[in-house]
């Protein structure tokens, strides 16, 4: 696969997948001997007589673009009661559900808790851009599992191909860079100000602010002005919504749209915690 993504001549992103796999071993136990057995067997499962098509969305679904060896895998929101992370995959709208059941992790659980494991000592083998890990049992596609989402809104490769990218120091405490306008267009984070500024969104990186990896998105928008980002993939379910910011005494005001819809009171940048309550959704 790709070691590295180009945007431009001087601009590329480390291209890190984690690819989950199947021995023929695990496909034999299915009765599947080859590609074509393979094949006809997702078109009958996902009810589709398009060969390309069902090939196409089985092997996407076993590749994530996060970094993910098994501590990752492992690693929870400790604030919740029921261990689960949802993984994305080169099928821009599924995700894979991991679980921990009774200490271990389980893909895709069911209602029982039984899913799809990885194969011991079969797992975390490194590749030159990610991890392999093994499974013992073939990884369909199925509906996630609602948890809990971190949208980290520097999480994307216009902010990514900047050459400070989550490297804080004391020194560069406090620098904002800024960020391929084109680039982030074709990713779906637009902004527009009046007057308009290429600028208007930079890179801030910043400690001591409750924010993930020492780092938050500046936007700058003037009197009038917004800024738009394109939502992950998220399960179908109602998540309470936490907003982090830096509060200033001179910043202004603004409210939170999801999918068009106005969710929020206007939230005051200038007073209050640095974490805003919105509500359910």
Same mark, same amino acid.
């Given at each position: 696969?790709?070691?590295?993504?180009?945007?431009?001549?001087?601009?590329?992103?480390?291209?890190?997948?984690?690819?989950?796999?199947?021995?023929?071993?695990?496909?034999?136990?299915?009765?599947?001997?080859?590609?074509?057995?393979?094949?006809?067997?997702?078109?009958?499962? +996902?009810?589709?007589?398009?060969?390309?098509?069902?090939?196409?969305?089985?092997?996407?679904?076993?590749?994530?673009?996060?970094?993910?060896?098994?501590?990752?895998?492992?690693?929870?929101?400790?604030? @919740?009661?029921?261990?689960?992370?949802?993984?994305?995959? +080169?099928?821009?709208?599924?995700?894979?559900?991991?679980?921990?059941?009774?200490?271990?992790? @389980?893909?895709?659980?069911?209602?029982?808790?039984?899913?799809?494991?990885?194969?011991?000592?079969?797992?975390?083998?490194?590749?030159?851009?990610?991890?392999?890990?093994?499974?013992?049992?073939?990884?369909?596609?199925?509906?996630?599992?609602?948890?809990?989402?971190?949208?980290?809104?520097?999480?994307?490769?216009?902010?990514?191909?900047?050459?400070? +990218?989550?490297?804080?120091?004391?020194?560069?405490?406090?620098?904002?860079?800024?960020?391929?306008?084109?680039?982030?267009?074709?990713?779906?984070?637009?902004?527009?100000?009046?007057?308009?500024?290429?600028?208007?969104?930079?890179?801030?990186?910043?400690?001591?602010?409750?924010?993930?990896?020492?780092?938050?998105?500046?936007?700058?928008?003037?009197? @009038?002005?917004?800024?738009?980002?394109?939502?992950?993939?998220?399960?179908?379910?109602?998540?309470?919504?936490?907003?982090?910011?830096?509060?200033?005494?001179?910043?202004?005001?603004?409210?939170?749209?999801?999918?068009?819809?106005?969710?929020?009171?206007?939230?005051?940048?200038?007073?209050?915690?640095?974490?805003?309550?919105?509500?359910?959704?």
């Amino acid at each position: 696969s790709r070691y590295e993504r180009k945007f431009s001549d001087v601009v590329s992103v480390r291209d890190y997948k984690t690819v989950f796999i199947e021995s023929d071993s695990v496909f034999r136990v299915a009765g599947i001997h080859s590609l074509n057995d393979l094949v006809e067997h997702l078109k009958t499962r +996902y009810q589709s007589d398009n060969r390309a098509e069902v090939l196409q969305k089985f092997m996407y679904y076993h590749v994530s673009k996060d970094l993910k060896d098994f501590q990752a895998l492992g690693t929870f929101d400790k604030n @919740v009661e029921t261990k689960v992370q949802n993984l994305n995959t +080169y099928d821009a709208t599924q995700l894979i559900s991991v679980k921990d059941v009774k200490s271990h992790l @389980v893909f895709n659980a069911d209602a029982d808790g039984k899913g799809v494991m990885l194969v011991e000592g079969q797992y975390d083998k490194i590749a030159n851009n990610g991890y392999l890990h093994e499974l013992d049992g073939i990884l369909y596609l199925a509906e996630a599992e609602p948890a809990v989402v971190v949208w980290e809104l520097t999480d994307y490769e216009c902010f990514r191909a900047l050459s400070l +990218y989550q490297k804080w120091s004391s020194n560069d405490d406090g620098k904002k860079l800024e960020i391929d306008r084109e680039m982030a267009k074709a990713e779906g984070v637009t902004w527009k100000t009046v007057p308009d500024d290429d600028a208007a969104l930079r890179y801030y990186l910043r400690s001591g602010q409750y924010f993930y990896e020492n780092d938050a998105v500046s936007m700058s928008l003037g009197y @009038v002005g917004w800024a738009q980002f394109k939502m992950p993939v998220i399960a179908k379910g109602k998540y309470k919504v936490t907003l982090h910011s830096i509060r200033y005494d001179s910043r202004g005001t603004a409210k939170l749209a999801i999918d068009n819809q106005i969710i929020s009171a206007s939230l005051n940048f200038a007073s209050g915690s640095y974490t805003a309550d919105i509500g359910t959704v």
